[in-house]
């Protein structure tokens, strides 16, 4: 479970954006953070993960205190067990696929269940291919798989599909699934797309930007205008 | 032909881009990633020998630096080293006046890294220096190697700043000094056979550069 | 990138190999800082005093001023072979050296290219053919000094002064003048004993400048690293020896 109750006031591309949001998100499952544009969800992630620091508020996950500003609480990011993705620019261009994977896995050793994640995806082939060789769809299933490289308990996705095109989003949005039964992880998307989420959410967080925040099944909390 | 100018030269070529080298990554990191304030003041001090006359700084050199200043004599009675009309001085003058072609394009390079990857070591738990050595350095090959090249090729065209600092004795004597002594001794087949070599050397000095910053479909920066 | 640091790492230690004088060739050489229009003399002298005692001479030549400027900010040289006595006096004053003697007097001649004969300096200055006429920086050069003193007194600076350039040392005059940048020039005998076939020359009357009076001086590194050599070496520039090879450059030895 985490809960986050987050302030920060700042100015980003011209434009005011005022985060002040409380939000509950249950664990093992995957949740959409939905809002417009400009509305704040990328901060909200990367304040959850630790890239940016509100200016009051709490985060806490599972029980373990992550932020707290009247506590003088802030856990560095390499103390909070999770996994990120962004949009592109995630796999490191100098390494091949093995490369990325083995230096994101302790001892340099990948994971058994990776392992088994990147056969059944169809990607162990690629294992000697550098980034540059491969689509966008696959460099982010790959990016994907090394974020869970260190096994962690949340993982966080920055408009994964973003860059994608409608069949490499297909099989992102299977990927996910895939990673979600089999290491019941707890994945929380940031995305301004309606009918990704529809078709990967099992929850929706819609960000308002009067501050009000909707909780619920996807059906429940947009309207199916696409 | 005496080619003990070429060997200076050569020498203090490699030191200066050596030393500069390790100190300029430190140093370009923390101006490239740092949120202080006062960067902007730090940055400019150090850019400043590219725009100053190397007379400028040849005088404040001698005069804070030289045998006969506090930080010369210093050095001097303790450690027997001369700042002046040295190599060790010349050296110095050289490490201080090429900062800024090792820094500029270091600190470019680590700019150039997109974001997200800077901030994926972070989330994959690396620490700085893993990081630096693993990620950032490699995927800045371009920049480090502009960096050095010009630092390299900087050094073997200095004159006026060498002059000033290392008059010309025999370890100081670098060939585009040696050039302009020949001419005033009237050995004008010796200036020409060494502005030649030296004109050859900055050639191919250049040619690599050009290739190197070509569009490289290896690296991001 | 093993083979590039590998590559790099021997680089560096050739780099750091060369140029180291072995120690006891240092001690058989000392450093002679010489007055520019000295350089065709020391060539010579040079020679003769390694033959007669053995110890090399580092000869770095410029014009007396500037040498004095960086003897006084800690230059390395063991004796100053300067162009007149006011440096040697100034370098005394501020320690750096004692007892300066003279060796040789200086003559001033004004040399041009062969062609037209010319009959004084004054048409030299007024000829249409000769633009440009170069004489040492009066501030640093001694030669320079006697030039401009010379010009002056002979009432010519003024009504020629448009056409002066200005050297930074006797070196540089003369490469002006060999080079073709300047049509004449005021310079020292030395150079027509060794370049006398190309140019013409006239001597500048000595009534008209204060007499050049070259100094040698012990320098107080030469006198603490290199005492022997050092006085040897101004014993033998005062030798017979010398004196030949001083007059045959056109200085006098009075």
């Known amino acids: ?226 | 032909m005496d080619y003990t100018p070429f060997l200076v030269t050569f020498k203090l070529a490699v030191f200066t881009t050596l030393i500069l080298f390790i100190i300029a990554i430190p140093i370009s990191y923390f101006l490239a990633f740092s949120k202080w304030k006062g960067k902007i003041i730090l940055e400019s001090i150090l850019m400043l020998p590219i725009i100053l006359p190397p007379t400028v700084l040849g005088f404040y050199y001698l005069s804070y630096l030289g045998p006969e200043s506090a930080v010369g004599a210093f050095f001097e009675d303790t450690f027997g080293i001369s700042f002046a009309f040295s190599f060790e001085g010349i050296l110095l003058g050289s490490v201080i006046y090429c900062t800024p072609f090792m820094l500029s394009p270091m600190m470019n390079g680590f700019r150039t890294i997109p974001r997200n990857i800077v901030e994926s070591t972070y989330l994959l738990k690396k620490s700085r220096w893993n990081a630096l050595w693993h990620v950032l350095l490699p995927n800045m090959k371009r920049s480090i190697w502009s960096a050095v090249l010009l630092t390299f090729a900087h050094t073997i065209g200095e004159f006026g700043l060498v002059l000033m600092i290392g008059g010309k004795m025999q370890e100081t004597n670098v060939a585009s000094v040696a050039i302009y002594d020949e001419m005033n001794s009237l050995n004008y087949d010796v200036a020409n056979n060494y502005a030649i070599v030296l004109l050859c050397i900055s050639f191919v000095l250049i040619v690599a550069l050009n290739l190197i910053t070509r569009n490289n479909r290896s690296t991001i920066a | 990138m093993k083979h590039l640091l590998l590559f790099i790492g021997g680089l560096f230690f050739f780099a750091a190999c060369t140029g180291e004088k072995s120690a006891s060739e240092e001690q058989k050489s000392i450093q002679i800082a010489v007055a520019a229009n000295m350089q065709f003399a020391m060539d010579s002298i040079a020679i003769l005093f390694e033959n007669e005692h053995g110890t090399g001479c580092e000869v770095s030549a410029n014009s007396s001023g500037m040498l004095t400027a960086q003897i006084e900010k800690g230059a390395p040289f063991d004796v100053f072979v300067s162009a007149n006595m006011r440096y040697p006096k100034k370098l005394v004053e501020s320690g750096f050296g004692e007892l300066p003697e003279v060796y040789a007097y200086g003559r001033l001649a004004v040399v041009y290219k062969k062609g037209k004969t010319y009959n004084s300096v004054e048409e030299v200055l007024a000829s249409d053919k000769v633009k440009r006429i170069a004489i040492a920086d009066a501030k640093t050069a001694p030669y320079g000094m006697a030039a401009k003193e010379y010009l002056k007194n002979s009432e010519l600076f003024e009504e020629y002064k448009d056409k002066i350039v200005y050297g930074e040392s006797i070196g540089q005059v003369n490469q002006y003048l060999t080079t073709g940048a300047v049509d004449a020039a005021f310079t020292s005998y030395s150079f027509i004993a060794k370049f006398g076939d190309k140019y013409n020359f006239l001597e500048a009357d000595s009534d008209y400048f204060s007499t050049i009076e070259q100094g040698v001086l012990i320098l107080k590194n030469g006198k603490e690293k290199h005492p022997e050599e050092s006085r040897k070496f101004v014993e033998f520039l005062k030798s017979d020896a010398c004196k030949d090879v001083l007059t045959h450059f056109g200085y006098r030895i009075k």
């Open chain 1, 1 to 226: 479970m985490l809960s986050i109750e987050i302030h920060k006031r700042f100015v980003s591309k011209r434009r005011e954006v005022n985060i002040d949001y409380s939000v509950s998100i249950n664990s093992s499952v995957t949740t959409a953070l939905y809002g417009k544009s400009g509305v704040g969800k990328s901060s909200v992630l990367r304040m959850i993960a630790g890239l940016e620091t509100p200016e009051s508020g709490n985060i806490v996950f599972n029980d373990e205190q992550w932020f707290s500003s009247t506590e003088k609480i802030n856990i560095p990011i390499a103390k909070r067990k999770l996994g990120f993705v962004f949009q592109d620019y995630n796999l490191f261009p100098n390494m091949t696929v093995a490369g990325n994977l083995k230096y994101a896995s302790e001892n340099g050793k990948i994971p058994e269940r990776i392992s088994g994640l990147l056969n059944s995806a169809g990607l162990a082939s690629l294992m000697d291919a550098y980034p540059d060789e491969l689509s966008g769809g696959q460099r982010q299933r790959i990016a994907l798989l090394r974020a869970l490289c260190q096994e962690p308990e949340l993982l966080l996705l920055d408009e994964p599909f973003s860059a994608l095109d409608d069949e490499a989003i297909a099989e992102l949005i299977k990927e996910i699934k895939r990673i979600q039964e089999s290491l019941n992880t707890t994945i929380i998307v940031v995305s301004h797309r309606k009918d990704v989420i529809f078709k990967m959410a099992d929850y929706v967080v819609h960000l308002k930007p009067n501050g009000e925040v909707e909780h619920g099944k996807p059906e429940d909390t947009l309207e199916r205008d696409f």
